[in-house]
């Protein structure tokens, strides 16, 4: 039996098939790993997701400038191409084993990640179904992931109006 589990592949003209492109570090779009950025607030729990092509310090600033009021304040992990938003900025530095801290001594935890790790995680969810998306239609399918999840509650009114906006031609 052909491409039986554990058989080994000896064809050098007949590579095994690979699973996902598995390179290590940050993707890119040129590398076919389209980076996506995102910003969530913490109280109004409002999401902005962006496909780009490269999340180096400058896409990072703008798509912070863009997407936050400045009074906000913005909680991140330690990665470098933080270092220098234009907004009051904090880290948790995960490679030290920190997920959350408290910097004013009163009890609560205000410095952490976990609203945006929990909106990653819902964004993978989403787009998981889809099995693989060619990165030319990501930014269609992240656009519904973030109009998915401001959205709150689907209602019987929205559903109408969709169907409204959109009557089909034969």
Same mark, same amino acid.
């Given at each position: !039996?052909?491409?039986? &589990?554990?058989?080994? @592949?000896?064809?050098?003209?007949?590579?095994?098939?690979?699973?996902?492109?598995?390179?290590?570090?940050?993707?890119?779009?040129?590398?076919? %790993?389209?980076?996506?950025?995102?910003? =969530?607030? %913490?109280?109004?729990?409002?999401?902005?997701?962006?496909?780009?092509? @490269?999340?180096?310090?400058?896409?990072?600033?703008? @798509? =912070? *400038?863009?997407?936050?009021?400045?009074?906000?304040? +913005? +909680?991140?992990? *330690?990665?470098?191409?933080?270092?220098?938003?234009?907004? &009051?900025?904090?880290?948790?530095?995960?490679?030290?084993? *920190?997920?959350?801290?408290?910097?004013?001594?009163?009890?609560?935890?205000?410095? @952490?990640?976990?609203?945006?790790?929990? !909106?990653?995680?819902? =964004?993978?969810?989403?787009?998981?179904?889809?099995?693989?998306?060619?990165?030319?239609?990501?930014?269609?399918?992240?656009? !519904?992931?973030?109009?998915?999840?401001?959205? &709150?509650?689907?209602?019987?009114?929205?559903?109408?109006?969709?169907?409204?906006?959109?009557?089909?031609?034969?």
């Amino acid at each position: !039996m052909l491409g039986k &589990k554990g058989d080994e @592949h000896f064809d050098p003209t007949d590579p095994p098939r690979r699973r996902a492109n598995k390179q290590r570090g940050h993707g890119t779009y040129e590398n076919d %790993r389209p980076p996506v950025v995102g910003t =969530v607030g %913490r109280e109004s729990g409002q999401v902005r997701l962006r496909v780009v092509h @490269h999340t180096n310090q400058e896409t990072l600033e703008n @798509h =912070v *400038e863009r997407f936050t009021i400045a009074k906000a304040h +913005c +909680c991140t992990d *330690e990665w470098l191409g933080y270092n220098h938003i234009i907004r &009051k900025h904090s880290t948790v530095n995960h490679g030290e084993y *920190e997920w959350a801290r408290d910097d004013d001594g009163d009890g609560i935890r205000e410095i @952490h990640i976990n609203t945006a790790e929990g !909106m990653w995680t819902d =964004v993978r969810t989403f787009l998981r179904p889809f099995k693989g998306i060619n990165k030319r239609f990501l930014s269609g399918y992240i656009a !519904m992931a973030e109009f998915r999840r401001n959205l &709150k509650r689907i209602s019987p009114d929205f559903i109408a109006a969709l169907v409204t906006k959109h009557t089909f031609y034969r």
